[in-house]
Nanobody, 115 residues
Framework: QVRLVESGGGLVQAGGSLRLSCAAS????????MGWYHQAPGKQREMVAK???????NYVDSVKGRFTISRGNARNTAYLQMNSLKPEDTAVYYC?????????WGQGTQVTVSS
């Protein structure tokens, strides 16, 4: 049973930075694709950033140039460096992983950006 656990959310002023971390535990399965989604109140969950084995990355247009996704040296870890945060970035951020068709989700971490 794979579990994804996020950390690093919190409250920050507009223009500030946060770094989210995600680590998988509970299984020896390798997760080649990992990423981050967010969900604001009353809105659908939306992909923020993804990275795949080989290093390719995708970002939603609204965060390009401000957010950076990376994989850790430890297996099945991922990070999201968020800079120049805006109030509209406020949401619950979920870690996502995919292992050849099987999706895994974390429990979510709240990010709140005050104006």
């Amino acid at each position: 049973q794979v579990r994804l656990v996020e950390s690093g959310g919190g409250l920050v002023q507009a223009g500030g930075s946060l770094r989210l971390s995600c680590a998988a535990s509970g299984s020896s399965v390798i997760i080649p694709a990992m990423g981050w989604y967010h969900q604001a109140p009353g809105k659908q969950r939306e992909m923020v950033a993804k990275t795949r084995s080989g290093g390719s990355t995708n970002y939603v247009d609204s965060v390009k140039g401000r957010f950076t996704i990376s994989r850790g040296n430890a297996r099945n870890t991922a990070y999201l460096q968020m800079n120049s945060l805006k109030p509209e970035d406020t949401a619950v951020y979920y870690c996502w992983g995919n292992n050849y068709g099987s999706d895994y989700w974390g429990q979510g971490t709240q990010v709140t950006v005050s104006s």
